[in-house]
């Protein structure tokens, strides 16, 4: 499909005059806002001498990205940037552009270009192209041809491309406040493109349900609006909002999470953060989030399982077997039953007792491995299948651990010469841990061919540690 192309002056940008005051269009679409003084929010970028409001009014506006959630007025700031500026202004869907509707309207604004005419491309959700149909516009952007804004509620640092991100300032739009919201319902109450060719009666205590319903959203905020207004009490032609009407169209709130996005990220990581901090009922609520969102039960299954080792570990060894079993009963029954199930591996791995020492081993030996010389396998411990391998002193000296006393063969080596002495497991003090330090302490010592020292408390009697 052709992108819509808009070469025409500024003015005629949104159709005829009136055609806002067409009761038949969404309420949303009648009270976009058409100037910056009628927007709500955003007054960090926009208000009185900030510096995207001085960019506009100067018309100096640069390449520039709008990063933020939907609903808080993006397209509508870039509209009102195509409403005050001189340039041409080209609107790109990038659902329904390719790569050849971009290459043709590149030209048309080089063209443009060349006879000192201005142009700004406006792409949507910008973060949908690929490299390839980003790749298009670079060079046009590069040579000054086409002023370009784009609109993404993904992160542009992961979603646009860095060299095209290069190129353009970033403005990061954030979520409208309740008041902002407030503000807007009850200015679509009197405004004629609005409701205020009707006399409609709505006590401020639902126009705030409405606002903390819509959750930052000015989309959800009018669309809701029209739906109660829509479904209200008429008489004498008195429109009449009840408080049962508001309550049945706001039973079901639009959780703010994107599967595939950022938020997506955000959330889960808040959940692991929570959890650490042996926050129950934080982590439980960002579990709710996620999965009353859609999230997939077994995808925060296998986060948890991740946090039960990395962030407990062997605190609490029975944690990596609760969050294994939540795994497993996630698969078997699904949502909504499983809910249940990750909720009790939640709170369980929320106040279990926390260490990070299987994690830190890990990274310490990665990064030993990865930085150290690759030396080979110490010749004691290679395995001598045959007889070549036998000759040339593979396993000569190797000793059977169950063999020797404390089934350890002391004085044999199993770390590589440069790494010799390493240490990379370093117990804490927490919860089951200390045995595992101390049953350390002793293992070190009679592989250094000692005596058995006294045991520590907990550990007497060389057993497991104490809950498993």
Known sequence: ???????????????????????????????????????VGQQHLIGPGKILRRIIEADQVQSMIFWGPPGIGKTTLARVIAQQTNASFIDFSAVTSGIKEIREVMKRADDASLGGRRTIVFVDEIHRFNKAQQDAFLPFVEKGAIILIGA??????FEVNGALLSRCKVFVLKELEQQDLELLVHRALKDPRGFGGQDVRMDDTLVSA????????ARTALSTLEMVVLNGQEEGGVITVTPETVEQCTSRRNLLYDKNGEEHYNIISTLHKSMRNSDPDAAVYWLARMLESGEDPLYIARRVTRFAAEDVGLADTNALAVAVNAFHACHFIGMPECSVHLTEAVIYLSLAPKSNSSETAYMSAKDAALHSMAEPVPLVIRNAPTRLMKNLGYGKGYRYAHNEEHKIATGMQCLPDSLRGSVFY????????PWFKARLDQVKYWREGGAAPAPAEGAADGGEPAGD
Do not use: H, Y
């Open 426 to 433: 370093v117990p804490t003090q927490e919860g089951n841990e």
């Open 210 to 217: 409405i606002a903390r319903f819509a959750n930052g959203d």
């Open 1 to 39: 499909m052709m992108a819509k192309l808009r070469f025409e002056e500024t003015d005629s940008l949104f159709g005829p005059q009136d055609d806002a005051f067409n009761l038949a269009r969404p309420l949303a679409a009648r009270m976009r806002p058409r100037t910056l003084d009628e927007m």
């Open 152 to 157: 993404t509620t993904e992160n542009p640092s």
